[in-house]
């Protein structure tokens, strides 16, 4: 498959913005998706990007997509203890085959 | 939203069994399922692409012959885990894609396997 990698912890306070970062490596990839998995569930579509698109902001949740470098970034502001889970993103060709990252574990201290 | 569900929630069996999961699109029709593996601590591993009607497309490494999927009608699709053994003890999600969409997936709440 293809690398999708993220850094597996990141910890913020609440109140504060947290920004989880993910690289991939294919640059056919046609939408970008980034879900939220809670612990003993499975995943919530949390929001996703067109490759042609920039950025996309829907309430709390930024994207930001740059395309060159390949990187992929999910800031989430005013971060609530109940955002504390396991961020995942991913990538797909063709609207078929999703590629994982490992997941970004989120930590909101309150 | 989309609803997928999957049945049982958690299972647990004696080495050897065969353990069948299914993935229900509750809401719509899904032309196209997916299962996934994840274990513990670790990303969703797909594992087979299931289409009504034709056999299931598996990914590199996976054993069809140990996994059987059926996707019979545009709202089940079933995977079978066949003679199974500790190893095979993981977290097994599906997602369905709607038919006509462009790429969205919406996932089960995934279904605990533990052999012993």
């Known amino acids: 498959g293809e690398d999708v990698e993220q850094s597996l912890f990141l910890s913020v306070r609440e109140g504060d913005s947290s920004v989880i970062n993910c690289t991939y490596t294919?640059?056919?990839?046609?939408?970008l998706y980034w879900y939220k998995q809670e612990p003993g569930a499975g995943l919530q579509l949390l929001t996703y990007i067109f490759s042609n698109m920039d950025m996309k902001q829907d309430q709390r949740l930024t994207v930001l997509l740059n395309k060159k470098d390949k990187h992929l970034s999910l800031r989430i502001a005013d971060t609530q203890t109940g955002d504390s889970a396991i961020y995942f993103c991913?990538?797909?060709?063709?609207?078929?085959?999703?590629?994982f990252g490992s997941g970004t574990k989120l930590n909101v201290k309150p | 939203g989309a609803v997928v569900s999957q049945h049982p929630s958690w299972v647990i069996c004696k080495s050897g069994t065969s353990v069948k999961i299914e993935c229900r699109s509750l809401?719509?029709?899904?032309?196209?399922m997916f299962w996934y593996r994840q274990f513990p601590k670790q990303s969703l591993m797909l594992m087979a692409t299931s289409n009504e009607g034709s056999k299931a497309t598996y990914e590199q490494g996976v054993e069809k012959d140990k996994f059987l999927i059926n996707h019979a009608s545009l709202t089940l699709s079933t995977l079978t885990v066949t003679s199974a053994h500790p190893e095979d003890s993981s977290f097994y999600i599906c997602?369905?894609?709607?038919?006509?969409?462009?790429?969205?997936?919406?996932f089960g709440p995934g279904t605990r396997l533990t052999v012993l």
């Open positions: 294919d640059s056919s990839s046609t939408y």
């Open positions: 991913a990538e797909s060709i063709n609207f078929n085959k999703f590629y």
């Open positions: 809401d719509f029709q899904a032309t196209t």
């Open positions: 997602s369905a894609r709607v038919t006509g969409s462009v790429g969205e997936q919406f």
